[in-house]
């Protein structure tokens, strides 16, 4: 008898209590808590920090809710959504746009529960098209997906030539042909440089630019964990790169060269001197981003040895019939690029901001 009710004393504490979850919109007394649990929660990542409130209030005007599931007073799980509302690309709530990862971070399927029920009520009441996360894992089975993007991820050896030989041999010949050409690397408080390689880039691209004034927000809010570093050639502007810092990671995040940036392998070598200067300051993780499959990004990135994880871009559709399509491989923009390529880049650079706002 003494076993079979010990026995059940152990069945009792392997079942977890039923949790008490309310959910609340963050204000500005809870940024530092949300914070303190997204640096702690495996989950979180740099874009479910709170700064991105601010940057997408402030930067684009769209609407954010930043939801965060509380028990027993302690933050156990967040959710950050923002509205998107378009004539040309459609009504949706999403977390994060112009974040590559978002979606509920927590520590428990009650808190996930409770701020998915909080996103579709709000989705719901907005009557938006589609309720989209951004996810690393698949989290939601029933939605729709979209097998379109990859992100590319890989440990950093403590060791700095470990990691250069860990490049495939012709990604690293190139990586050698720009430190043998003499570029070198800066580091910038003040976005100016980097916004003329970053929209040299984009332009030529075929694809509208971000604001100024988003770029400067990011570093203002990030500061220390928002980085901008520059590659010079005789004191010209050849690359220059964004990057988040976040736990034991690095992340460059916005980044482009200029018409020299080819011949010279300045992107090559740009990469290559972040990696080294985040493996002399002690990080870990060199997240290399999203890419979408079957681009020019997506090939390079292979090229670096990584290998690709598909990442999990759910849909919770509402009015919309289908999932969206607003992505530059998609033939109906294909003009549109062309035509984009085309105009002068001071014209471009004043047009775009407004698109891309809707982008997401």
């Known amino acids: 008898m003494k076993s079979m009710i010990e026995a059940f004393q152990n069945h009792q504490q392997l079942v977890p209590s039923k949790v008490s979850v309310t959910v609340s919109l963050m204000q500005e007394k809870d940024v530092k808590k949300w914070d303190a649990f997204v640096l702690s929660c495996p989950e979180a990542s740099f874009f479910h920090r709170a700064g991105?409130?601010?940057?997408?209030?402030?930067?684009?005007?769209?609407?954010?809710?930043?939801?965060?599931?509380?028990?027993?007073?302690?933050?156990?799980?967040?959710?950050?959504?923002?509205e998107i509302k378009s004539a040309l690309f459609g009504h949706s709530l999403t977390s994060l746009p112009f974040c590559v990862y978002g979606g509920v971070a927590a520590i428990n399927d009650a808190a996930r529960l409770a701020l998915t029920n909080a996103a579709e009520e709000l989705a719901e009441k907005l009557n938006v098209g589609y309720?989209?996360?951004?996810?690393?894992?698949?989290?939601?089975?029933?939605?729709?997906?979209?097998?379109?993007?990859?992100?590319?991820?890989?440990?950093?050896?403590?060791?700095?030539?470990?990691?250069?030989?860990?490049?495939?041999?012709?990604?690293?010949?190139?990586?050698?042909?720009?430190?043998?050409?003499?570029?070198?690397?800066?580091?910038?408080?003040?976005?100016?440089?980097?916004?003329?390689?970053?929209?040299?880039?984009?332009?030529?691209?075929?694809?509208?630019?971000?604001?100024?004034?988003?770029?400067r927000l990011l570093k203002e809010i990030f500061t220390d964990d928002c980085e901008i570093m520059t590659i010079v050639k005789d004191g010209r502007v050849i690359a220059s790169v964004m990057s988040f810092y976040?736990?034991?990671?690095?992340?460059?995040?916005?980044?482009?060269?200029?018409?020299?940036?080819?011949?010279?392998?300045?992107?090559?070598?740009?990469?290559?001197?972040?990696?080294?200067?985040?493996?002399?300051?002690?990080?870990?993780?060199?997240?290399?981003?999203?890419?979408?499959l079957g681009t020019g990004s997506y090939d390079f990135k292979k090229n670096w040895g990584?290998?690709?994880?598909?990442?999990?871009?759910?849909?919770?559709?509402?009015?919309?019939?289908?999932?969206?399509?607003?992505?530059?491989?998609?033939?109906?923009?294909?003009l549109f690029i062309k035509l984009w390529q085309r105009m002068p880049i001071s014209i471009a650079n004043v047009i775009g901001p407004h698109i891309v706002k809707n982008l997401g």
């Open 246 to 292: 976040f736990k034991d990671q690095v992340l460059p995040y916005y980044g482009g060269g200029t018409s020299e940036a080819r011949e010279l392998a300045g992107n090559d070598f740009m990469y290559w001197e972040l990696m080294r200067r985040a493996c002399v300051r002690g990080y870990k993780v060199f997240d290399f981003g999203r890419s979408k």
């Open 52 to 82: 991105w409130q601010s940057v997408i209030e402030r930067a684009f005007g769209h609407k954010t809710w930043f939801y965060y599931a509380e028990s027993e007073g302690e933050i156990i799980g967040v959710l950050s959504l923002a």
């Open 306 to 334: 990584f290998e690709p994880e598909p990442l999990h871009y759910e849909y919770k559709l509402h009015k919309s019939t289908a999932v969206p399509d607003n992505n530059p491989l998609n033939p109906k923009y294909q």
């Open 131 to 215: 309720l989209e996360y951004r996810n690393i894992k698949s989290c939601n089975p029933d939605w729709l997906a979209k097998n379109l993007y990859v992100t590319f991820r890989k440990e950093i050896d403590p060791e700095e030539e470990k990691n250069m030989l860990a490049i495939p041999r012709k990604q690293r010949a190139m990586v050698r042909k720009g430190i043998k050409l003499g570029l070198l690397s800066e580091l910038d408080q003040h976005t100016d440089r980097f916004f003329y390689a970053y929209s040299t880039s984009v332009h030529r691209l075929g694809t509208p630019v971000f604001s100024k004034k988003f770029f």
